[in-house]
């Protein structure tokens, strides 16, 4: 079973809510909402995609790189909790 599959409703429940950004964000145009008002929910929309594909990124990087029983100062393992948080810093 991959990553995806075992995350699947944690997954699905941020995509569920991305889809209510995007009604909201279509609401708000067809509304004639102000510039601004459209820009937040877009950027929140935006801001919530990036945490859905670091979330997919970070839960394939432990499932293919860090063996959990691996030594916690194993170079490999440091080196993909490492890139975990440089996925973080860029996309949340």
Request: aromatic share 2%; with cysteine; net charge negative.
């Amino acid at each position: 079973m991959g990553h995806v599959a075992r995350e699947k409703q944690k997954l699905l429940n941020r995509i569920k809510r991305m889809r209510g950004q995007i009604e909201a964000i279509e609401r708000a145009v067809e509304a004639d909402e102000e510039c601004t008002r459209v820009l937040q929910q877009a950027t929140a929309c935006r801001g919530a995609l990036d945490g859905f594909i670091a979330e997919v990124i970070e839960d394939h990087i432990h499932d293919t790189l860090i063996d959990p029983a691996a030594d916690p100062h194993d170079p490999r393992r440091l080196a993909a909790e490492e890139l975990v948080a440089i996925v973080h810093t860029y996309l949340t």
